[in-house]
């Protein structure tokens, strides 16, 4: 059974730091892209980073390039996502997810498994 667990979300002010890990299992690494996307209220879902599990290729998404760096653990089958310079807007829904292939754009395509999200709330 494939499953991407997420947690690290919470309370934050602005221009604060969290860190999102995700345990993923019953899928091997290598083959598979993980990101993560995020809902913020009444929006909808936008990727916003990815790592390769077979190269560590990254992808950002403009929002959040130069604050938030993603990195994986392929012999853990972890991926974090630290976030730096926190902003409201950042207020969102945050899921872990994860699509077969190769490279981040694999994504484009939708992802083939979604975590239950955790939740960031960053407060001005």
């Known amino acids: 059974e494939v499953q991407l667990v997420e947690s690290g979300g919470g309370l934050v002010q602005a221009g604060g730091s969290l860190r999102l890990s995700c345990a993923a299992s019953?899928?091997?690494?290598?083959?598979?892209?993980i990101g993560w996307f995020r809902q913020a209220p009444g929006k909808g879902r936008e990727g916003i980073s990815c790592v390769s599990g077979r190269d560590g290729s990254t992808y950002y998404a403009d929002a959040v390039k130069g604050r938030f760096t993603i990195s994986s653990d392929n012999a853990e089958n972890l991926v974090y996502l630290q976030m730096n310079g926190l902003k409201p807007e950042d207020t969102a829904v945050y899921y872990c997810?994860?699509?077969?292939?190769?490279?981040?754009?694999?994504?484009?395509?939708?992802?083939?498994?979604w975590g239950k999200g955790t939740l960031v709330t960053v407060s001005s």
């Open positions: 019953g899928f091997t690494f290598d083959d598979y892209v």
């Open positions: 997810v994860a699509a077969g292939g190769y490279y981040c754009t694999s994504l484009a395509n939708g992802a083939d498994y």
